[in-house]
């Protein structure tokens, strides 16, 4: 057995899938009248409601509501983003920021004696004075009423910024900001995690990272080894054999997996997930990925007697520097009925919709998630020079964070 196993199984999502291929829709009614008697459903009843015909849709929808409004109430949270980074050294084939990006910014940096003042000095990685300044650029966007409880911190597999530079940043944000903070950063070892939890002391700490794919199949194909022909890695080999032995840490499948449980091990206070949507081309496609979910959320509680606290579902978008078609693309319509199973699969859990998504579906799905972006304006220095960052991918909704605030308290929300 794989040690992937212990936490996935990936033979047993495809046989429930394919055993309840097609189920009816006494099945499906019974399954539904279970979750609004407040009771827990099982793996299978998950692969059940995933194979519903489309004439569920708004059944799906109307229930996953009911479940989101009586745990959750209507309460909702925004939560900032600051990128420290977006140099990296991976290969994700969807990712603009990988390290065959054709981006102007990326260009500047080809191999040089001393790589990582290089990235430093093109401003790929932020000083910590414009760190500084960029959260206190997005702080002062918040309403007094409003304050930010909760701020994500972001970066790439980025070289010279390893777990000691890291926490100085951190160090600085704590001085100022006693909130949540969220750290979206490569995985780390139990012994890295636990640093970073005594150096923040005071903050509630919050590990989040996207499994991209849960098959690890696609997964291998979607974050493939050097191309050790291709002129950059050529130029920058003698690098990379130094800082990773010219193997992109991305690779590895089962590190990332239990990246999550390390972080609960080493005393972090939350955690969350995340899928990519589009990348699973396979027969269960996007189906597979929530089956998943709930099997990742089920370990968790079992050994950390906690459940995620966040599940994102972003979905693959065009990204400058890069050529990609998207494997097999999940319409809003398609979304929409995922993010409604995954409500009602594992309903204690708070579900994440992003800018990524265009103002209307944010609107239109808003009833079954619990917490939004806001502003996001995703680069270094985006909440500070706005116009000037590079984005990592495609915003669709670029409205302001007031603007979508207020439409959140027009809605009936309470803003906690």
Known sequence: MNKYEEIISPNEIKRLLKENANPSDEEIADILLKTRKNEIITLRDCAVLLNASDRWNSELFNTAKTVNEKIHHKKFRFYGVVYISDFCVNTCRYCGDNIYSKRPE??????????????????????????EDDVKALLSKFPEEYP?????????????????????????????????IILNIPPLSVDDFKKIRRAVSKNILHFRVFQETYDPDIYKREHPPYELDNPRIKKMERFLKTYNNLTPSKMDFTYRLFAQSRALEAGFDEVGFGVLFGLNDSEFGSKYEIMALRMHSD?????YKTYPMSISFPRVLPSKGITYRVPKEVDENELLRLVAVTRIAIPQTKLIIT??????????????????????????????????????????????????????????????
């Open 355 to 416: 800018c990524r998504e265009s103002a209307d579906f944010r609107h239109r799905i808003r009833p079954i998630i619990n917490i939004e972006d806001y502003e996001a304006r995703p680069g270094p220095c985006g909440n500070l020079l706005p116009t000037k960052a590079v984005f990592q991918m495609e915003i669709k909704d670029r409205r302001t964070g007031r603007e979508i605030l207020e439409e959140v308290l027009k809605d009936g929300y309470e803003i906690v």
């Open 299 to 303: 370990y968790i509680y079992k050994n």
């Open 148 to 180: 930010l409880k909760e701020l994500c911190i972001l970066s790439g597999d980025t070289p010279g910024l390893d777990v000691d530079r890291l926490i100085v940043y951190l160090k600085k944000l704590s001085e100022f900001y006693k909130e949540k």
């Open 106 to 131: 990326w260009l500047q940096i080809e191999e040089n004696e001393d790589l990582t003042n290089k990235v430093f000095k093109t401003k790929r990685i932020m000083s910590l004075n414009d760190f």
